[in-house]
C-alpha cells in the first residue's frame, strides 16, 4: 500500500518545508505501477500458472514452462514477469524449467506496496518454496532482489544479473535529488525508507551483502544505461571474485531483456553450471 504524508509513521514528524515532494518520493519508492499483459504475454502464458505462492498476506502470481533443473526470471520495478519471456524458450531448450512470478504490487500478484526490500524477501520465500533452485535471472531491481535474497539464504548454483543496482544508498540519494528535496526533507525522506522496508538503507548496501555471492556470477550493463549507472554493476563485479562483468552496446536499460546476444550468453551461462 502507498504510504501517504499523513500516514502517521513515526518520521513524519520530521518532515520539513516541502511535504508534497516528500510524499512524491516516498510515491516513487513504494508505489509501483502495474503493467498489462499484451495479447502476445498471455498466449505465452496459458496453460503454465501455478497455484500462487502466499507470501506476507500476499497472494504471488507464477508460471512454470519445461522441466529439469529450475531457473526463475526476476523482472524489475514496472514491469512484471513475463518480460522475461525470450528467456523461456532458449532456457527450456537448454533442459531446464523456468519460473517467471509477479513481485508484490506487480502484475497479477496481490499488494499495492513494493521495494527492493520486499522484493528480496518475495525472492527468497519463491526460492525456499520451490526447493532446489539451479539459477536466477534478475533485471534492474530484480538482480538487486536477488542479492538480498542471497545473502540472507537463497541458494542458487548460478545467476545473471542485467543492469542492476547493487546498493540501496544511491537509489535512495538519488530519489531524493530527482524529487528536488533539500537536506532535512531528503533526510526525512531517508528515515521514512527505513520505516517502510523495517531496516536501516545501510544494510541494504553492498558491503552488508557480498556475503551472499558465493557461487558463479555474469553480470550483463550498457555503459549508456540512463536508468541505472554502469558503476553499479563495477562496483557489484569488484565485491563479487567469482563473477564475470560484460557491457553490452546500444542496449539502454531495458532493450536488453528483448536481445538475442543477451539471452543467448545468459543462457550459456547458466548452462555451464549444469549438474543434473
Do not use: Y
Amino acid at each position: 500500500m502507498s504510504v501517504s504524508v499523513t500516514s502517521g509513521h513515526p518520521a513524519d514528524s520530521a518532515l520539513a518545508a516541502d511535504p508534497a515532494q516528500v510524499a512524491a518520493a516516498r510515491h516513487a519508492f513504494s508505489s509501483p505501477e502495474r503493467v498489462p499483459l499484451t495479447a502476445q504475454e498471455q498466449a505465452a502464458l496459458a496453460g503454465h500458472a501455478e497455484p500462487p505462492l502466499r507470501h506476507e498476506g500476499l497472494k504471488l502470481a507464477r508460471w512454470t514452462f519445461g522441466q529439469g533443473p529450475r531457473v526463475v526470471f526476476v523482472h524489475g520495478w514496472n514491469s512484471r514477469g513475463a518480460h522475461g519471456l525470450r528467456f523461456v524458450a532458449p532456457l527450456v531448450e537448454a533442459g531446464f524449467s523456468v519460473t517467471l512470478f509477479d513481485l508484490p504490487g506487480h502484475g497479477d500478484s496481490t499488494g499495492h506496496a513494493c521495494s527492493v526490500v520486499h522484493a528480496g524477501r518475495a525472492l527468497r520465500a519463491l526460492l525456499a518454496d520451490a526447493g532446489t533452485v539451479h539459477g536466477v535471472i534478475g533485471h534492474s531491481m530484480g538482480s538487486a532482489a536477488s542479492l538480498l535474497a542471497f545473502a540472507h539464504g537463497g541458494a542458487v548454483t548460478r545467476s545473471v544479473h542485467l543492469a542492476g543496482p547493487s546498493s540501496l544508498t544511491p537509489m535512495v540519494k538519488g530519489l531524493a535529488r530527482a524529487h528536488g528535496l533539500g537536506p532535512a526533507d531528503a533526510a526525512a525522506f531517508a528515515g521514512w525508507v527505513e520505516g517502510f522496508i523495517g531496516t536501516r538503507i545501510a544494510l541494504v548496501d553492498l558491503d552488508r551483502l557480498q556475503h551472499g555471492l558465493v557461487h558463479p556470477g555474469l553480470i550483463l550493463h550498457d555503459p549508456e544505461d540512463r536508468t541505472v549507472p554502469f558503476a553499479a554493476s563495477e562496483a557489484l563485479h569488484d565485491a563479487w571474485p567469482a563473477s564475470q562483468l560484460e557491457r553490452t552496446a546500444g542496449l539502454g536499460h531495458r532493450r536488453l531483456l528483448a536481445d538475442a546476444a543477451v539471452i543467448a550468453r545468459s543462457v550459456a551461462f547458466i548452462s555451464q553450471g549444469r549438474t543434473a
